[in-house]
T-cell receptor, first 115, second 109 residues
Framework: NAGVMQNPRHLVRRRGQEARLRCSPMKGHSHVYWYRQLPEEGLKFMVYLQKENIIDESGMPKERFSAEFPKEGPSILRIQQVVRGDSAAYFC?????????????FGSGTQLSVL | QKEVEQDPGPLSVPEGAIVSLNCTYSNSAFQYFMWYRQYSRKGPELLMYTYSSGNKEDGRFTAQVDKSSKYISLFIRDSQPSDSATYLCAMKDNNDMRFGAGTRLTVKP
């Protein structure tokens, strides 16, 4: 029973390139959340998705950032034209669904470094 | 003022000590209160989960929620070096979950 799988673990990009972060939720989980974490700071909510739907993207910058969770395949967080300030750890979490959304299971994260 | 306040520490204690970790919050709509443990270079893992006020005990860990004071605590008894990690409080209303900044704990042998 694999947990939440994120890849890659480490991603290095130069300024202006695109970053794609992948997340496969736990088996049976249909809700995916993306968080960003900077050193000495808590987890900052970015976006909440269910299969093929974005439920809440209030924490995601309106420019350069997008997320999807297709019917088949992993959830993708996409950052276009990365800047140094995008360097952070990005965590994906999944939950079983309604009534269980407070119990999040996290992946090991993707550490994005922008040169 | 942040919605969730948590002292980032660092906190260093000797093995066997009782550890007290705390968070305060401002949103009275929060109903679900969680503590997550995060080891270095890992994702957070759910440690304790409490609904509304009261205490919950699980082995060496006790979570307390005082909604009247908007204050939550996590106590670790007989702390072990393996407890060394960052502990994040989290709380949720019907929609939004908010995390504290995390307290870094080191338990020295």
């Amino acid at each position: 029973n694999a947990g939440v799988m994120q890849n890659p673990r480490h991603l290095v990009r130069r300024r202006g390139q695109e970053a794609r972060l992948r997340c496969s939720p736990m088996k049976g989980h249909s809700h995916v959340y993306w968080y960003r974490q900077l050193p000495e700071e808590g987890l900052k909510f970015m976006v909440y998705l269910q299969k093929e739907n974005i439920i809440d993207e209030s924490g995601m910058p309106k420019e350069r950032f997008s997320a999807e969770f297709p019917k088949e395949g992993p959830s993708i967080l996409r950052i276009q034209q990365v800047v140094r300030g995008d360097s952070a750890a990005y965590f994906c979490a999944s939950s079983p669904g309604q009534g269980q959304a407070e119990k999040l299971f996290f992946g090991s994260g993707t550490q994005l470094s922008v040169l | 003022q942040k919605e969730v306040e948590q002292d980032p520490g660092p906190l260093s204690v000797p093995e066997g000590a009782i550890v007290s970790l705390n968070c305060t919050y401002s949103n009275s709509a929060f109903q679900y209160f969680m503590w997550y443990r995060q080891y270095s270079r890992k994702g957070p893992e759910l440690l304790m989960y409490t609904y509304s006020s009261g205490n919950k005990e699980d082995g060496r860990f006790t979570a307390q929620v005082d909604k009247s004071s908007k204050y939550i605590s996590l106590f670790i008894r007989d702390s072990q070096p393996s407890d060394s990690a960052t502990y994040l409080c989290a709380m949720k209303d019907n929609n939004d979950m908010r995390f504290g900044a995390g307290t870094r704990l080191t338990v020295k042998p």
